[in-house]
């Protein structure tokens, strides 16, 4: 993805971002300003510092292959994380520094510089963000503004403390700069997660930022990321999933007129409440299910799914009891999947269908 580009480019690039840093940075820094390999010959940076910190943040999608994770100073490569987000309608994560982004461009410099400096020696700064699990996610998108040709640091110390969870995971890279490569950025990723696979890469410097509305979509589309949502349940099956506490059983609904009543309302996230003694766990749907097209009376076993007619609940069955016309059978936990849900406390669950 990286674009030759010509040599008057260069230097005009390399004179506004000498402008831009102190001296002793660029001296400390021992790097060029700028190299074929690393620029994408476009203008400097100048003027990107106005971009506006917008209030970005975390936000869930529905398309739940995918993360965004990025951090963002003056909103640069917010705007870009939120165009992934919304292109493919997925999760997205704000990585933030515990001592929050200098406002001074030029204080901000010399932090950076100094931070960058520490990560040499092992010593990562702060920051407040972390993640449980990257297992869901078929592919995670990792976006930084480019800082004196680096990772942004709140960006190389989430890769450094996620490494062993990003593992084997694909990651595709994107940044924004004033106008240099994003290659030692790259170099920065593979170190700090040497068992991630990466993807293609994508930067916008200043003058490329404006074609965001095109290039994001032209990139996602090389990766094969796409807004594709996850697979619609079947409209028509019996089955559910109830998840509890992170694990999964399932259920068999019954075919009558209160269950398909219960299966249209799914997904559906209750609190299921003890009710005599670890004898059942009950919930009161609102409104109450409808009862058309359903036989009464049941002589509940454990597992099965009841409504008790008289209060419009849902009792779930932990042990078996007596018969009675006013339960009335909506399904059945499926094999021992019911001692998840036994004992005296209230438990979260999610149905969902198949
Ligand atoms: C500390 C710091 C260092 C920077 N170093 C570079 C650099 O080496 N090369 C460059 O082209 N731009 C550099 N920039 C400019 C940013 O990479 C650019 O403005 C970026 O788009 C900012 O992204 P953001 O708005 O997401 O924070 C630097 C900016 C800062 C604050």
């Known amino acids: 993805m990286k674009k030759l580009f010509s040599i008057p480019l260069i230097l005009l690039a390399t004179l506004v971002f000498t402008s831009a840093c102190s001296e002793d940075d660029l001296i400390h820094d021992g790097q060029e300003l700028t190299t074929p390999e690393e620029d994408d010959g476009e203008e400097g ?22 993360l965004v994770l990025y951090c963002s100073r003056t909103g640069n490569t917010e705007r870009m994380a939120q165009t992934i987000q919304s292109t493919l309608n997925c999760d997205m994560i704000v990585v933030e520094p515990e001592t929050p982004y200098d406002d001074d461009y030029n204080a901000m410099l010399d932090r950076a510089q100094t931070e960058l400096d520490a990560i040499e020696q092992g010593n990562y700064p702060a920051i407040t963000t972390s993640v449980e699990s990257f297992d869901k996610y078929d592919l995670v998108f990792i976006g930084y503004p480019i800082w004196h040709y680096h990772m942004a640091t709140p960006m190389q110390t989430f890769l450094y403390k996620h490494a062993d969870l990003l593992a084997g995971k694909r990651i595709a890279l994107f940044a924004s700069s004033g106008s240099s490569g994003i290659g030692t950025s790259e170099r920065d990723a593979a170190t700090l997660v040497p068992d991630a ?17 095109t290039r994001i979509p032209e990139w996602l589309e090389s990766l094969g990321a796409s807004r594709e949502e996850p697979d619609t349940p079947d409209a028509t099956s019996l089955n559910i999933n109830i998840i509890v506490g ?18 249209s309302r799914l997904p559906m996230e209750v609190t299921l409440e003890d009710y005599n003694n670890g004898t059942e766990k009950i919930f009161y749907p609102d409104p109450e299910l409808s009862l058309d097209d359903t036989p009464r009376g049941c002589a ?8 008790y007619e008289p209060w419009g609940n849902v009792a779930i069955f932990c042990r078996d009891w007596s018969e009675s016309n006013s339960l009335i059978k909506i399904g059945h936990i499926d094999g021992d999947g019911i001692s998840l849900l036994q004992g005296p406390e209230s438990v979260n669950v999610r149905f969902e269908r198949q």
């Open 300 to 307: 509940p076993v454990a597992g099965d799914i009841t409504i």
């Open 45 to 66: 940076y100048e003027g990107t510092e106005d971009g506006g910190n917008e209030a970005g943040g975390n936000m869930e999608g529905n398309n739940g292959r995918y």
């Open 197 to 213: 696979v990466f993807e293609e890469s994508l930067l916008l410097t200043s003058s490329s930022l404006g074609s965001m509305a």
């Open 246 to 263: 992170g694990q999964t059983i399932t259920a068999t609904m019954e075919d009558n007129g209160a269950a398909r009543d219960f299966l």
